[in-house]
């Protein structure tokens, strides 16, 4: 599966439980995570969407990485179960 049939796929999902998905692109800042989800809560989390097996490049990661020392969560999705699951632990946990 393609990367942006898995990263539609768990978009609808999210939509389908009122979260906003936003595509993330920063100008000038190279290897941002894919996509911004904002649950109804307004918690706010990060997704790199990658194929199957595939994992981000030395770049992304280092962005990954900053986010994350500021408090953000990003994670990393190659497939529709785990995205789908991800957005559905994210909203269990209160976002």
């Known amino acids: 599966m ?7 796929a768990v978009c609808d999902h999210a939509k389908s439980k009122g979260v906003l998905c936003y595509k993330f692109v920063s100008p000038g800042h190279a290897g941002v995570p894919d996509r911004m989800f904002i649950t109804p809560s307004g918690e706010v989390f990060f997704i790199e969407f990658k194929r199957l097996g595939c994992v981000p490049t030395p770049l ?24 789908v699951s991800l957005v559905d632990q994210v909203l269990r946990w209160g976002g």
């Open 2 to 8: 393609l990367e942006k049939q898995i990263e539609k």
């Open 60 to 83: 992304q990661w280092r962005e990954i990485n900053r986010l994350n020392s500021q408090g953000v969560d990003v994670y990393v999705v190659d497939n529709v179960t785990q995205g």
